[in-house]
């Protein structure tokens, strides 16, 4: 812990000592605090959802290119559609993916968030080995089982029910079922709360004292990798003893440890395995849990657009038996629902923003922003075309998927189309599909919405 404030301190004498050499071209702004920055007024801005008026405030004040302090890190914020085009363009001798620091000790060094290059290239070509299409099939039939479990358990015969804590708890049980792999039970059980506690430390002031939130996350962090060890281990054990029935859906961490000898340039290490799971877990929870949210008080205030969604859904459980499970033929019907949920995600961008770090010193309108500072874009929705006219329908949802993949392209993160899908078909499929659980929705009421 000492060693951690020490490297902190010695890290701000450094970008302080940095800031001095370029303090004429530097851009305006605040840093705050040491080590801690503006990261509590940030945060509390983002968990009341006023992270727009939090950049707003500062935009009106500074223009629209500001230094903060941000995540132990000193941060250049750029802000603007040009800025925006910067950002996913300039390539990755530029400005990389890495995440802050105090990120990164919680999510891991060796995942996907943190590479570029080749290195980037090999884990993402690892992890998309699990979304090929007869696999991502695979899914939907685990998929349909936790969500009518769910279903059954929490929502069934409830007048009134909290939409997004309730969601949050599906979307970690379909985590623990696709991505590593463990049944309901005692282990999924001791995994939420290490899992909860890294979710929070992930963004949280990265002071590592005693009961703060970091530490929390850290500590958690802690616990789980011994944890996922065994689990590696039990699964590799499993794996070779049914080599011959090599066609059984696999979740995951079995599909990552079964990349080897084959294709030993993809083979990856434990400590690879879980940073990455880690990564996959941590990037599909708060965006899916959010998105789902959204989409359900929608559900709850619009009526004419609750009652499309519910047609469309009953068009495709009509043709089946109730303890029919949902196949991925019935996902691709889903075409009205899935354009409500690209509104949403148009609306409330669950990723709000992406962290970029410069490489070398950078020169952007007349600014530098020096090797080594943190980069960030505003939130880029200004940037998504204004759908008042148009929403809900195909040509804006061929816009906006063509959008956000260009960005993911542009970004040296080119999502593989399969991911989009797998993405699309995910969210897609946590939509109740059949008429009793329609009803519980109009009746469900929303209640918290910043957690
Ligand atoms: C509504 C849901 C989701 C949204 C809005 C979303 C958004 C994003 C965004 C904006 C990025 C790029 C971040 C950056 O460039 O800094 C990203 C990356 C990523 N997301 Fe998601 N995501 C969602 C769901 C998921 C799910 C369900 C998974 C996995 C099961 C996932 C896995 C990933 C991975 C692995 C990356 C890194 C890709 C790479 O570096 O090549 N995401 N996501
Ligand atoms: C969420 O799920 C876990 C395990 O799946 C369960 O133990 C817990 O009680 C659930 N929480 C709520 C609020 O329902
Ligand atoms: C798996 O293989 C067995 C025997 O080869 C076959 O009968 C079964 O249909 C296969 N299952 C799937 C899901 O492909
Ligand atoms: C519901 O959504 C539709 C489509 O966007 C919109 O035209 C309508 O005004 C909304 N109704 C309410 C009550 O918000
Ligand atoms: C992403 O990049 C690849 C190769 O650079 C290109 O072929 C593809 O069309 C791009 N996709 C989008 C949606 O821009």
């Not at 970008?15 to 040491?34: E, H, I, Q, W």
């Not at 944890?227 to 090599?246: G, P, V």
């Amino acid at each position: 812990m000492e060693v951690l404030i020490t490297i902190s301190l010695l890290l701000t004498i450094f970008f302080v000592f940095k800031a001095k050499k370029y303090s004429n071209r530097l851009p305006p702004g605040s840093m705050g605090l040491p080590v801690i920055g503006q990261t509590p007024d940030f945060l509390k801005a983002l968990k009341a959802d006023k992270v727009e008026v939090w950049f707003h405030e500062r935009i009106s004040k500074y223009g629209p290119i500001w230094k903060v302090g941000l995540f132990g890190n000193p941060t250049i914020v750029l802000h603007g559609p040009s800025a925006n085009k910067f950002i996913y363009s300039c390539g990755e001798n530029m400005l990389t993916n890495t995440q802050p620091p105090s990120t990164s000790r919680i999510l891991g060094k060796k995942s996907i968030l943190e590479l570029s290059c080749h290195d980037h290239k090999q884990i993402r070509a690892a992890l998309v080995s699990f979304l090929k299409l007869d696999v991502l099939k695979q899914y939907v039939v685990k998929l349909d089982e936790e969500i009518q479990h769910h279903l059954q358990m929490k929502w069934h015969g409830r007048t009134e029910v909290k939409v997004q804590p309730m969601i949050k708890n599906l979307t970690f049980n379909i985590i623990c079922s696709l991505l590593i792999g463990i049944e309901r039970g005692s282990k999924r059980e001791k995994l939420l709360p290490l899992f909860q506690d890294m979710n929070g430390g992930k963004l949280a002031i990265p002071i590592n004292l005693p009961f703060t939130q970091f530490n929390r996350g850290i500590t958690a962090r802690k616990k789980l990798v011994p944890m996922f060890m065994d689990l590696i281990r039990e699964k590799r054990e499993a794996l070779e003893d049914q080599k011959h029935q090599s066609n059984r859906s696999k979740d995951l961490m079995t599909s990552l440890i079964s990349i080897r000898d084959d294709d030993s340039s993809t083979m990856m290490t434990d400590e690879d395995i879980i940073d990455n799971i880690v990564a996959v877990m941590v990037g599909g929870y708060d965006t899916t849990s959010v998105l789902v949210s959204f989409l359900i008080r929608l559900l709850a205030t619009n009526k004419s657009i609750y009652s499309n969604i519910v047609q469309e859904q009953q068009e495709i459980s009509e043709g089946k038996s109730l303890e029919e499970a949902l196949t991925w033929e019935d996902l691709t019907k889903m075409k009205y629902t899935w354009r409500v949920a690209s509104e949403m995600l148009r609306m409330y961008p669950p990723v709000p923003m992406n962290f970029r770090r410069a490489v070398q010193d950078i020169e952007y309108e007349g600014y530098i922003i020096p090797k080594g500072w943190q980069c960030l874009s505003h939130r880029w929705k200004h940037a998504l075309p204004d759908s008042s006219t148009s929403k809900y329908t195909t040509s804006h949802k061929k816009h906006l998927a063509k959008l956000y993949l260009t960005i993911w392209n542009l970004s040296g993160r080119a999502i593989d189309r399969k991911i989009a899908s797998f993405i699309e078909k995910l969210v897609g499929a946590t939509i109740p599909h059949q008429r009793q659980h329609s009803n519980h929705i109009r009746r469900a009421r929303m209640h918290s919405y910043n957690t």
